[in-house]
């Protein structure tokens, strides 16, 4: 073989496998795509989720992901691809863990929104200390700001204080008989979702104010502010009643709760017909709840028999007893035996 032939077939390898490696780089990355959309389903508890498997790694440095990351280091065999690329696999994994908790992180995973429940103290508490163990806490509330531009849904968030103080006024004239409202909400901090809560009383006011007048403004991120005419003293408290209500409610699926309330009233010493209300509302956030050791092993499932009420005192017999004292005989002497009255 001369010189030539031997220089031109040694640099023609390298660049034969090359195209092999990019043919190769092609054909597997639809089945990787093909391999994250896979369908799992996951037994939490007895009650069964499928969901795809980019869901359940969507935060892959959290402990929620590394219970599954060994679905996705599976290795793919470099076959031919499968003529429709949505046929997926079932895999069962089991989670020890509440189904209704598990079904609110599974929401979130998927909408990136999350709310705690308002009506069951037991379900918030273990949804949070979930939250807390899987590392998926920062991602549900993030505490800080996030520096610089960022893609996607994390670009602008803003950071919520500890303590938020909401103000409800109350503005009310009754002028020639007719009286008119202007109700102001105003948070103390940016970030508490203004425009959602607008929309909720707006949905509320029209089931049962249908009769009055009233309309709704927001002003800026921390204000909204609600006039009316022509309302009557029972229209009026349904007013006071629902914006409360809406406001109180709104706030705790943020992840506060509401610590203390008071009322201030300012009259006007000129015109007696106008009066202002101010509602004030104190909440804190329950992000980090200190459980209680008791009921963290309730909720853990790791509560033993052990009895935790003593008894101090000896029960009362109820009705006649019959009662044997060690020191007296169960027959007096017979010598203080009474004679028989009937002989």
């Given at each position: 073989m001369?010189?030539?032939?031997?220089?031109a077939?040694?640099?023609?390898?390298?660049m034969?496998?090359m195209c092999e490696?990019?043919e190769?780089?092609?054909v597997h990355?639809?089945?990787?795509?093909t391999h994250m959309?896979?369908?799992i389903?996951?037994?939490v508890?007895?009650r069964y989720f499928?969901?795809r498997l980019?869901?359940?790694l969507?935060f892959?440095?959290?402990?929620?992901?590394?219970?599954?990351e060994g679905?996705?280091s599976?290795s793919?065999?470099?076959?031919?691809?499968?003529p429709?690329p949505?046929?997926?696999?079932?895999?069962d994994?089991?989670?020890d863990a509440?189904?209704?908790?598990?079904?609110?992180v599974?929401?979130f995973?998927?909408t990136n929104?999350i709310?705690?429940?308002?009506?069951d103290?037991?379900?918030r508490a273990?949804?949070?200390?979930?939250?807390?163990?899987?590392?998926?806490m920062?991602?549900?509330?993030?505490?800080?700001?996030v520096?610089g531009a960022?893609e996607?849904?994390?670009?602008h968030?803003?950071e919520l204080p500890?303590?938020?103080?909401?103000?409800?006024?109350d503005?009310?004239?009754?002028d020639?008989g007719v009286?008119?409202?202007?109700m102001?909400?105003?948070y103390?901090a940016?970030?508490?979702?203004?425009?959602?809560l607008a929309?909720?009383?707006?949905?509320?006011?029209?089931?049962?104010?249908?009769?009055?007048y009233?309309?709704?403004y927001?002003?800026?991120?921390?204000?909204?502010?609600?006039?009316t005419?022509k309302?009557a003293n029972?229209a009026?408290?349904?007013l006071?009643t629902s914006?409360t209500?809406?406001v109180?409610?709104h706030?705790?699926?943020?992840g506060?709760?509401?610590?203390?309330s008071?009322?201030?009233?300012s009259p006007?010493?000129?015109?007696?017909?106008?009066?202002m209300l101010?509602h004030?509302?104190i909440f804190?956030r329950?992000r980090l709840?200190?459980l209680e050791a008791?009921?963290?092993?309730a909720?853990l499932?790791d509560?033993?028999?052990?009895?935790e009420t003593y008894q101090?005192?000896e029960?009362?017999?109820v009705?006649p007893q019959?009662v044997?004292w060690?020191?007296?005989p169960s027959?007096?002497?017979?010598?203080e035996?009474?004679?028989?009255l009937?002989k």
């Amino acid at each position: 073989m001369s010189f030539d032939r031997r220089w031109a077939w040694q640099h023609a390898r390298p660049m034969s496998s090359m195209c092999e490696h990019q043919e190769c780089a092609r054909v597997h990355r639809p089945q990787e795509r093909t391999h994250m959309n896979r369908i799992i389903k996951v037994n939490v508890g007895g009650r069964y989720f499928q969901t795809r498997l980019s869901t359940l790694l969507r935060f892959p440095d959290t402990s929620f992901a590394k219970m599954f990351e060994g679905l996705a280091s599976t290795s793919i065999a470099p076959s031919t691809p499968s003529p429709s690329p949505e046929v997926t696999e079932n895999e069962d994994v089991f989670v020890d863990a509440n189904p209704d908790v598990f079904e609110k992180v599974l929401g979130f995973l998927r909408t990136n929104h999350i709310q705690l429940p308002l009506n069951d103290e037991g379900l918030r508490a273990e949804l949070v200390h979930h939250l807390k163990y899987w590392d998926l806490m920062p991602h549900a509330f993030p505490a800080s700001a996030v520096d610089g531009a960022v893609e996607g849904e994390e670009a602008h968030l803003i950071e919520l204080p500890d303590v938020c103080v909401v103000q409800v006024c109350d503005h009310m004239q009754h002028d020639q008989g007719v009286k008119r409202h202007a109700m102001t909400i105003t948070y103390g901090a940016d970030g508490f979702q203004l425009r959602k809560l607008a929309q909720m009383i707006r949905r509320d006011l029209n089931q049962q104010l249908s009769s009055t007048y009233w309309q709704c403004y927001q002003t800026n991120e921390r204000a909204a502010f609600f006039a009316t005419t022509k309302v009557a003293n029972g229209a009026a408290d349904i007013l006071t009643t629902s914006i409360t209500q809406q406001v109180v409610q709104h706030t705790e699926r943020l992840g506060y709760h509401l610590a203390t309330s008071y009322v201030t009233l300012s009259p006007d010493v000129v015109h007696t017909s106008v009066r202002m209300l101010i509602h004030n509302f104190i909440f804190r956030r329950v992000r980090l709840p200190a459980l209680e050791a008791a009921d963290e092993a309730a909720l853990l499932g790791d509560e033993g028999d052990e009895v935790e009420t003593y008894q101090n005192f000896e029960p009362r017999p109820v009705g006649p007893q019959k009662v044997q004292w060690e020191d007296s005989p169960s027959r007096p002497p017979r010598q203080e035996v009474s004679s028989d009255l009937w002989k």
